[in-house]
Nanobody, 122 residues
């Protein structure tokens, strides 16, 4: 499985962006696809995840009410709609896929995209 993430950019605080992550190869129904983010010197942080088959979602408390994860099974693509962006959302965002029963634990994910930079200016 290969993942390609895109859609990052520079946006002002309060603005929005939509990230996309296209997967080539099979995504199994019990797998999760997720978004993580990382800033320099910090550990990779869980943002949101979606169970591929049923579409159930989980978000980090820091993004609840602002970010929405969704998927398009036909396109093998997962999206992260980010609204009301804040400067603290600035990070490199990575998509990930795998059988991850803990959902939020990055080592459980077997496949990772290349990352896309999101910068939110104040």
């Amino acid at each position: 499985v290969q993942l390609q993430a895109f859609g990052g950019g520079l946006v002002q605080a309060g603005g929005y962006l939509r990230l996309s992550c296209a997967a080539s190869g099979s995504i199994f129904s019990n797998w999760y696809m997720a978004w993580f983010r990382q800033t320099l010197g910090k550990e990779r942080e869980f943002v949101a995840g979606i169970r591929w088959g049923v579409g159930s979602t989980v978000q980090a408390d820091s993004v609840k009410g602002r970010f929405t994860i969704s998927r398009d099974n036909a396109r093998n693509t997962v999206y992260l709609q980010m609204n009301s962006l804040k400067p603290e959302d600035t990070a490199v965002y990575y998509c990930a896929a795998g059988n991850a029963p803990s959902i939020r634990f990055s080592p459980e994910y077997s496949y990772w995209g290349q990352g896309t930079q999101v910068t939110v200016s104040s």
